[in-house]
């Protein structure tokens, strides 16, 4: 490793580009130049990592502080990895935070993980003289990567939380890119600096919000997650408006997604995990095989045919729980039975969910009408009688934006460790 600090850096970025590039992630040659320009340790000084396992409550956290000898080569090799970086609990002001153990508190802010931010600004096309607009700007990463590849002054971020704003702000007036960030709502957008030509949210939505269309400019690209109530099946969906200034919108389904808006609430198999182990079910036969994992097309649909379902991937074999129902189903392990448990029965939910998709011709992609004068979306796979269809949950279903209270927990437990 060089022992020129900035050389050591320099170094962690050509790995990291490199790494993109070989896993096929980074592709688009300008988006290469621009990661190994920007110099990411500015933007992300500290970083949490979760120490306490899953369910524990409340949470240990240990702080990495990148200007501490003891923490940086650790520091170093996370803010370069692949990983989501951790920057905030429940609100906390950004400008004194200790280094060392802390414990209590939810996380309120982080870094998207890289191969995601790649990934959403190739697929928007961002290219020189564009107005951008980031939903949910975070720590500024993807807006300094925008402002690169766009050039200054064209790149606005909003950030609902005024902690982020500031630390954000600071950081990237250092880098001197050229990068607005404003504190507001980002289901509003930013009609002060609107039209943009391409528009990113950072965060999952259930529906889009009619802000986000409007300030829209044509030959515009909006790119955000469609947050179902799982984090196991989101969508991305891709909006476009045409020269003519008609709005098309593609949903597809993915892996991995943003985490939704503050509010949304997703369900959790982990309160089920012990039970489920404990008590998999009846046994039954299935006409149904687990679907593949990356039958993304199929999962994505069955979040909304067969709401109110999550999967629990610690499991040792395909468990999908309907919390809410006290309900489960446990598959395989590839003997043609199923295990069922509850009054809702799951797996056959998902046998009907799977003949329909297969019906409609295993769509993976799904088109969203936003022309809806009511406000209603509603997203299908294509015409005819056997297509799959369904309605968007309206923003107006989501509890009120407010910020975490911080928990007892965490205020009785912050100290600075040496």
């Known amino acids: 490793m060089p022992s020129d600090p900035h050389q050591a850096t320099s170094r962690r970025r050509a790995d990291m580009v490199d790494r993109l590039a070989t896993d096929g992630v980074l592709t688009d040659a300008l988006l290469r130049d621009a990661l190994l320009r920007l110099p990411r340790e500015v933007l992300l000084p500290h970083a949490y990592v979760r120490v306490s396992g899953p369910g524990a409550d409340?949470?240990?956290?240990?702080?990495?502080?990148?200007?501490?000898?003891?923490?940086?080569?650790?520091?170093?090799?996370?803010?370069?990895?692949?990983?989501?970086?951790?920057?905030?609990?429940?609100?906390?002001?950004?400008?004194?935070?200790?280094?060392?153990?802390?414990?209590?508190?939810?996380?309120?802010?982080?870094?998207?993980?890289?191969?995601?931010?790649?990934?959403?600004?190739?697929?928007?096309?961002?290219?020189?003289?564009?107005?951008?607009?980031?939903?949910?700007?975070?720590?500024?990463?993807?807006?300094?990567?925008?402002?690169?590849?766009?050039?200054?002054?064209?790149?606005?971020?909003?950030?609902?939380?005024?902690?982020?704003?500031?630390?954000?702000?600071?950081?990237?007036?250092?880098?001197?890119?050229?990068?607005?960030?404003?504190?507001?709502?980002?289901?509003?957008?930013h009609q002060g600096r609107a039209p943009y030509d391409r528009i990113h949210s950072g965060i999952g939505v259930p529906c889009v919000p009619t802000a986000w269309v409007e300030q829209l400019a044509p030959d515009g690209r909006l790119l955000t997650t469609l947050a179902t109530r799982t984090p196991s099946w989101p969508g991305q969906l891709l909006v476009t408006r045409t020269p003519t200034g008609t709005v098309e919108a593609v949903l597809t389904g993915r892996p991995r997604g943003y985490r939704p808006m503050l509010g949304y609430q997703w369900l959790s198999a982990l309160g089920h995990r012990a039970r489920v182990k404990a008590d998999p079910g009846t046994a039954r036969p299935t006409r149904l095989a687990p679907p593949p994992d990356d039958a993304h097309g199929f999962w994505l649909a069955a979040a909304y045919l067969a709401p109110g379902?999550?999967?629990?991937?610690?499991?040792?074999?395909?468990?999908?729980?309907?919390?809410?129902?006290?309900?489960?189903?446990?598959?395989?392990?590839?003997?043609?039975?199923?295990?069922?448990?509850?009054?809702?029965?799951v797996w056959a939910e998902l046998e009907d969910a799977h003949a329909r998709w297969e019906q409609a011709g295993c769509p993976e992609t799904y088109r969203v009408d936003l022309s809806d004068d009511t406000g209603i979306q509603h997203a299908t796979s294509g015409p005819g009688p056997k297509a799959l269809t369904w309605t968007l949950p309206q923003l107006t279903t989501v509890a009120s934006q407010l910020p975490c209270p911080r928990s007892p927990a965490s205020r009785t437990a912050d100290r600075c460790h040496p």
């Open 58 to 189: 409340p949470i240990d956290w240990r702080l990495l502080d990148g200007s501490h000898p003891e923490d940086r080569q650790e520091w170093l090799d996370l803010i370069h990895s692949d990983e989501s970086i951790l920057l905030q609990r429940d609100g906390e002001p950004l400008d004194s935070l200790c280094r060392g153990p802390v414990t209590g508190g939810h996380m309120t802010s982080m870094s998207t993980y890289t191969p995601g931010t790649v990934e959403a600004l190739q697929v928007m096309r961002l290219g020189p003289g564009q107005r951008y607009l980031e939903l949910g700007s975070g720590p500024g990463v993807s807006l300094a990567l925008a402002a690169v590849l766009a050039g200054p002054d064209l790149t606005t971020g909003v950030e609902r939380d005024a902690h982020m704003v500031a630390f954000a702000q600071r950081n990237l007036d250092r880098l001197g890119v050229g990068v607005r960030v404003i504190e507001g709502n980002a289901l509003d957008g």
């Open 309 to 345: 379902l999550v999967r629990d991937f610690q499991a040792d074999t395909m468990t999908i729980v309907a919390p809410e129902d006290d309900s489960w189903a446990v598959a395989g392990p590839g003997d043609g039975t199923v295990r069922t448990h509850g009054p809702r029965d």
